[in-house]
């Protein structure tokens, strides 16, 4: 049971370069979410999935785009890299009736 | 506007004292707690929570208080150890089915062995 999975580990891009963010989890979790954290700035919401075939923005969605693209996984797209995205990111997943979230380890990413 | 605040970025303590880490918000909607830790380089983890219906979650050396009428919160960790130094967010989330919750943006406590 690996949990929430996310690649690349590491990325750095070029501006203006796009970019997919890929978060997997095997625990049958309903609801999956991506967040960016900043120093200084703890986590924010960038966008979330409450189920399959369903997705939210959440407080700093500009310039990002989602897919739900089954139950298991949820992914990030950055269509035009800039040095503002650089930051770490994290997916996390919920279970239905649950508050708590689980993440995964994170992508730390690098636009130059 | 910052629903919910840790307003101290650092906290020191020595192996062995009690830590006490302290989150406010501002949203009377918010009716579940949770903390998480956070070491370098990896994802946050859960820690412990508390539901509004609560004022006194235990878990361990882990306590975490909650005062609805100030709109307040603490986590005490006790004794502290220096596997504790991490970095603690405070989150919340609204009743009425909301998926989202809404983090502080965290203190780093430092356990001093």
């Known amino acids: 049971n690996a949990g929430v999975t996310q690649t690349p580990k590491f990325q750095v891009l070029k501006t203006g370069q796009s970019m997919t963010l890929q978060c997997a989890q095997d625990?049958?979790?309903?609801?999956m979410y991506w967040y960016r954290q900043d120093p200084g700035m703890g986590l924010r919401l960038i966008y979330y999935s409450a189920s399959e075939g369903t997705t939210d923005k959440g407080e700093v969605p500009n310039g990002y785009n989602v897919s739900r693209l089954n139950k298991r996984e949820f992914s990030l797209r950055l269509e035009s890299a800039a040095p503002s995205q650089t930051s770490v990111y994290f997916c996390?997943?919920?279970?239905?009736?649950?508050?708590?979230?689980?993440f995964g380890p994170g992508t730390r990413l690098t636009v130059t | 506007d910052q629903q919910v605040k840790q307003n101290s970025p650092s906290l020191s303590v020595q192996e062995g004292r009690i830590s006490i880490l302290n989150c406010d918000y501002t949203n009377s909607m918010f009716d579940y707690f949770l903390w998480y830790k956070k070491y370098p380089a990896e994802g946050p983890t859960f820690l412990i929570s508390?539901?509004?219906?609560?004022d006194k979650n235990e878990d361990g050396r882990f306590t975490v208080f909650l005062n609805k009428s100030a709109k307040h919160l603490s986590l005490h960790i006790v004794p502290s150890q220096p596997g504790d130094s991490a970095v603690y967010f405070c989150a919340a989330q609204s009743q009425g089915g909301s998926e989202k919750l809404v983090f502080g943006k965290g203190t780093k406590l430092t356990v001093n062995p």
């Open positions: 625990m049958n979790h309903n609801s």
């Open positions: 996390a997943s919920r279970i239905s009736g649950s508050y708590e979230q689980y």
């Open positions: 508390i539901s509004s219906i609560k």
